[in-house]
C-alpha cells in the first residue's frame, strides 16, 4: 500500500466518527403535541432559528457530508485504479 492510501483511509475515518458526533448533538425535530400546541413554525423563536446552535450544526452536517461523500469517491477511484 501506498502512503496516500493510509493518509485517505484514517481521513475517512475521521470525517465519518465527526459526521455522527455533529449529528448526535443535534436536537430531535418531533411535531407531535408541541407543534400543536405552542403553533408549529409560527413561534417567535422559529423566526430566529438561523442564528440557533441547531442551524448551525444542521448546516455544518451538510458540509461534512459533502466532504464525506467526496473522500469516499477518491478513495474508491484510488483503489481502482491504484493497482494497475
Given amino acids: 500500500m501506498f502512503w496516500y492510501q493510509y493518509v485517505l483511509g484514517i481521513a475517512v475515518i475521521l470525517v ?22 405552542s403553533g408549529g413554525a409560527d413561534t417567535f423563536l422559529s423566526k430566529t432559528k438561523a442564528r440557533t446552535m441547531d442551524a448551525k450544526l444542521a448546516r455544518f452536517t451538510k458540509y461534512i457530508a459533502i466532504l464525506f461523500f467526496v473522500l469516499a469517491l477518491i478513495v474508491n477511484v484510488l483503489a481502482i485504479y491504484g493497482k494497475k
Fill in 16 to 37: 465519518s466518527l465527526f459526521i455522527i458526533a455533529v449529528i448526535l448533538l443535534q436536537q430531535g425535530h418531533r411535531s407531535g403535541i408541541n407543534g400543536a400546541i
